[in-house]
């Protein structure tokens, strides 16, 4: 394979297609077709982008709310810069407390004196905020899956565990967290009760709840995958008098893997989205809390603050699913062409 | 899904003992339910020798499918019986080797994957280094040494057939079945692997059942060609030995006057066996519905009432 063959590929493989005509661009492959695949591709959305945000900025002054005009895109990447200023402003503030620690500690045990250790409580970040927000939807996420997984795989395999657990699926499956959450955290107290927990009650309530939530999409397509393994690959492990477990690790899993991908995939997304509105409730430290703290702030920034937390909701949950993607690329055979 | 189960119930009694390596006898099978039944098979008797190359030829349609896979044990037969060495066989098994149409290879495996699946578990007492010296003697064979780590979706067709003919050789079968493994091959990819399938045949002489509807690809390879009138209640014909010297060329072939008759004689039969069975499915009467056309200007029933 080439270098340029590799590159493209690897381009592909990362999901990032839209970058490979530059590539044969640069290598001299056809400039013409490739200068119009690019305009064509980055132009449109480009010019699309420009729209909206031309016409978020005429309407939003003449919309007047009780807390103020709506802000403009100017105002919230105003509001957007401040965020991050603040943290490079708080992450100083932790150093130099961090030194004027150090220092003190010297002089106490320079005089005998017993020292015991502080640690620095300023408010979490709006970068922090996001890593927790993450940490808490990969935790659900990673439950979720460890239980939908296994679980699609029963269904497919046995009708009669699908017939069981199916009525329970359906009725599960279109339950809102909003509706979970409450529950969960009543659980949660009741259950949790360590006197040094290595995790927040609020994290796991929201963690639990985005589970409960974003098992049904991995669960439902695994037991497809599952269910509709080729009759072909079937018969070879007939042929072959492959055990039982034999054929669902070599044959029937292999199969259904790219299925289990997508269902996983969905599931990260339909996570993400659940986790804002459980954060919110449950106080969880993260994006979601972050938004409701702001609404109950009814500053002047208050709406600015909440867009800013949208765009970067919105982005973080394009680069996870374009993540998810990649993964599935991994995992996935070339049906097609078999 | 359904995952392999042996059915005992298929050792069916039989009056005498059979006398050949692999026999078929009075074997028929049905599909459907009692009202729309379709006799698929009837009464098919076949006995084959070790190491012979028995050819059965058939048009598209004719229950050739069912057949093989009535060999291999992938379904049970209504009745009659199917023995190996005189043992009935117990539903499907690598002492008979399948070689599917479809190549029905894995996918997600490479070449070598695919054939290391079946030697891992059918010579699962071996070492692991006997068993990759098995597998990659398997892939040469087939010659397809250079592609060994290749997957199925960068093979050609051809290629693909032969993994799946060295999957099925490297298990070391009784008996090799081969379902109209060359059919969805072009022209020239298959006389190819017509070559190389005597070539392998050759070498250690596998009792063979080759499926084709191909009656040149059957004279090429077979030792006994046996027709299999069209179904439904197909059976099979009879046999028409084939006692070309070989190695056989098929370019001298085609001047050869035996190759020429016989092939006319399977020929012939074949479409006289067709001709009767096509004049036989219309001798019933059909009786079609008593309809008139709707009148679309008349005024309609309402049906609320």
């Known amino acids: 394979m080439s270098n340029r063959a590799r590159v493209i590929r690897g381009f ?55 807390i103020g005009a709506v802000p403009g895109p100017r105002a919230v ?20 407390f961090q030194v004027r620690m150090e220092t003190l500690k010297e002089k106490y045990l320079a005089q005998g004196k017993p020292w015991k250790e502080r640690r620095y409580s300023g408010k979490p970040t709006y970068f922090d905020q996001i890593v927790t927000s993450l940490k808490t939807v990969f935790a659900g996420f990673v439950l979720a899956s460890l239980i939908a997984v296994p679980v699609g795989i029963l269904c497919g395999l046995s009708e009669t565990f699908y017939l069981a657990v199916s009525p329970l699926i359906q009725i599960f499956k279109p339950v809102s967290p909003l509706a979970w959450l ?9 259950l949790y009760t360590s006197s040094d927990p290595m995790f927040e009650k609020s994290f796991i309530s929201s963690a639990v709840t985005v589970s409960l939530c974003s098992l049904w999409p991995t669960l439902v397509n695994t037991a497809l995958g599952v269910a509709s393994v080729e009759r072909d690959y079937l018969n070879v492990a007939k042929v072959l008098k492959l055990s039982w477990w034999r054929t669902v690790t070599k044959i029937v899993i292999p199969s259904s893997l790219p299925l289990i991908f997508t269902g996983l995939r969905l599931s990260l997304g339909v996570g993400w989205m659940v986790l804002i509105a459980a954060e919110m409730l449950a106080q969880n430290p993260g994006l979601g809390k972050f938004v409701w703290d702001m609404f109950q702030n009814g500053s002047s920034q208050t709406l600015a603050q909440i867009m800013v937390a949208v765009a970067t909701i919105g982005f973080i949950g394009f680069l996870l699913d374009r993540m998810m993607v990649s993964l599935q690329r991994v995992f996935s055979y070339d049906v097609a062409s078999v | 899904m359904t995952l392999p189960v042996s059915d005992p119930s298929a050792t069916s009694s039989r009056p005498c003992p059979p006398d050949s390596f692999f026999e078929l006898s009075a074997v028929s099978k049905s599909y459907g339910a009692v009202e729309s039944r379709t006799d698929v098979l009837c009464g098919v008797n076949l006995g084959i020798s070790e190491g012979e190359f ?23 037969p209504d009745a009659g019986s199917i023995s190996l060495r005189g043992a009935p066989i117990q539903g499907p098994g690598p002492d008979r080797g399948v070689v599917f149409q479809n190549y029905s290879l894995l996918p997600w495996l490479s070449v070598e994957g695919n ?24 892939v040469e064979l087939v010659n397809l040494g250079e ?29 090799l079945l081969l379902d109209e493994p060359l059919s969805a091959l072009d022209a020239l990819t298959r006389a190819t692997l017509q070559d ?25 390879l077979a030792d006994r060609i046996v027709p299999l009138r069209p179904g439904p209640r197909a059976t099979l014909g009879p046999s028409f030995p084939v006692r070309l010297s070989r190695p056989r060329n098929r370019t001298a072939l085609n001047h050869d006057p035996e ?46 009432r």
């Open chain 1, 182 to 190: 409450p529950i969960v955290m009543i659980m949660v107290s009741g």
């Open chain 2, 259 to 304: 190759f020429k008759s016989l092939r006319n004689m399977v020929t012939q039969y074949l479409i006289e066996a067709a001709a009767t069975q096509a004049s036989e499915s219309y001798s019933q009467p059909v009786s079609l519905p008593d309809v008139e056309p709707m009148d679309l200007s008349a005024p309609r029933l309402s049906i609320v």
């Open chain 2, 196 to 220: 190389e399938i005597e070539r392998i045949w050759e070498e250690d002489r596998k009792t063979v059942v080759l499926i084709t509807n191909d009656v040149d690809e059957a004279i090429l």
């Open chain 1, 77 to 96: 990447w105003h509001e957007a810069s401040n965020l991050v200023e603040e943290h490079y402003e708080e992450r100083q503030k932790a150093k130099d």
């Open chain 2, 147 to 175: 592609a060994l780590a290749k997957f199925p979706s960068e093979l050609s067709g051809g290629m693909r057939q032969r993994v799946s003919v060295a999957r099925a050789l490297a298990t070391d079968p009784a008996i």
């Open chain 2, 115 to 138: 054939v290391a699946l079946a030697v891992d578990e059918v010579f699962s007492d071996w070492t692991a280094a006997q068993r990759r010296e098995h597998v990659l003697r398997y």
């Open chain 1, 12 to 66: 592909e493989f990362a999901g990032l297609d839209l970058l490979v005509p530059f590539v044969r661009l640069f290598a001299g492959e056809d400039p013409r077709e490739q200068l119009i695949t690019i305009t064509r591709s980055f132009g449109i959305p480009i010019i699309a982008m420009a729209a909206f945000f031309g016409i978020w900025s005429a309407v939003a002054a003449s919309v007047q709310t009780s």
């Open chain 2, 54 to 76: 028995v050819a059965i030829v058939g048009f598209s349609g004719s229950g050739k499918s069912t057949l093989i896979s009535l060999m291999g044990g992938l379904i049970e």
